[in-house]
């Protein structure tokens, strides 16, 4: 389980980023993170991730709790993967020595600059399971933005991890192309029990591959519940503030307390 604790986050500027916000997120959850930009997503996301310090507040996990050490956060980090919004690859490098990169942390940057051909059969199968070991020679600099997102997604299964956290994985691919991996990424990891979270600003993306949504609206949760309850009055709650939406009255906001309590008495199973 990755909890965070009325957690915080202002930023040295004065912008708080992120109201004091309280979330669990259990083993094997496909929970996606709705809002639009500036909205608190990425924040959120990089505070499960210990990339960023809260004001206030606290993260915990099966491999941190209380104050977080310096090796209690590696071991933590070493446990989570990444999906970066800009694929965050070595465009010169081939697809496979990408994947083998993200060993680095369980291995060792040597071993991951100089594999042994174990660790090489290992990256292929991760790249075999996002559809591109037919590719696995060719330079990341190759590939289309789809191709290398799923590099970044085979990167992100060559760590073994518990959870991968994902930002804004689709921003940058056409409906069809977005749709189509969010599926691939929702099967690999309901495949192997991996817990994700992931930020999107895409209302129809978040209806149809979510298990549970948390919609965010100025660095405050506005929304909390099976993806099955985000209707018209909901949507309109997490974008009120959003020019998309502006002229657009609001629903009812919704607590997201009584949602959150359900769903932890409803998820069994934790890390």
Known sequence: MLELEDVSVTFPNGMRALKPSSLKFYRGEFAVLLGPSGSGKSTLLRCL????????????????SGPASESSARVHRRRIGMVFQQ????????????????????????????????????????????????????????LSGGEQQRVGIARALAQKPDAIL????????????????????KKICGDSGI??????????????????????????????????????????????DSAALSGGGTGARRSPAAPREARERELAGAF
């Open 166 to 185: 994902a930002d804004e994985p689709v921003a940058s691919l056409d409906p069809a192309r977005a749709s189509r991996l969010m599926g691939l990424f």
């Open 49 to 64: 991730n210990l990339l960023q310090e809260p004001t206030t507040g606290r993260v915990s996990s099966p491999w941190i």
């Open 87 to 142: 694929h965050q690859l070595v465009l010169s490098m081939t697809a496979l020595d990408n994947v083998m990169a993200g060993m680095a942390g369980s291995c060792g940057l040597f071993r991951a600059v100089f594999p042994s051909d174990a660790m090489r059969i290992e990256a292929l199968e991760c790249l075999d399971r996002v559809g591109l070991a037919g590719k696995a020679m060719n330079r990341a600099s190759e």
């Open 195 to 240: 817990t994700a979270v992931v930020s999107l600003h895409q209302v129809s993306l978040a209806r149809e591959f979510a298990d549970r949504i948390v919609g965010l609206r100025a660095g405050e949760i506005v929304f909390d519940a099976p993806a099955s309850e985000l209707d018209d009055s909901a949507v309109l709650e997490i974008y009120a």
